[in-house]
């Protein structure tokens, strides 16, 4: 179980109150400001607080990869399939007819 910091004031929670009452302050503008107040912290203990409390939220997860854009000339020619499954009848029909084509 953590430890409390020996002066009684929890530094993480310190952060996060300066950081809602300044949300446009950077790591290290909040660490001077907590530091001025006499509270030892450093900008990537700063840092290291906002991340996880933005976890916490939900805000933060892994990227991913991003879904491959089709390219226009295979959108269109997607099109032009569907009109021909439409035309023939279903997707059946037109699996036996490219069938009988091979």
Do not use: C, H, W
């Not at 004031?9 to 949300?23: F, G, V």
């Not at 909040?30 to 607080?49: D, K």
């Not at 854009?69 to 569907?82: E, T």
Request: charged residues 25%; positive net charge; proline residues 4%.
């Amino acid at each position: 179980m953590a430890r409390k910091a020996k002066s009684g004031t929890n530094k993480s929670a310190a952060i996060r109150e300066y950081k809602a009452a300044n949300p446009t302050a950077s790591p290290k503008e909040i660490a001077e400001a907590l530091g001025n107040s006499g509270l030892a912290v450093s900008a990537q203990f700063v840092s290291t607080v906002l991340t996880n409390a933005k976890k916490k939220r939900g805000k933060v997860g892994k990227r991913g990869r991003k879904p491959m854009a089709v390219p226009v000339d295979n959108l269109q020619q997607l099109i032009q399939v569907k009109k021909f499954v439409d035309q023939i009848g279903g997707l059946e029909k037109a699996k036996s007819a490219v069938d009988a084509l091979a």
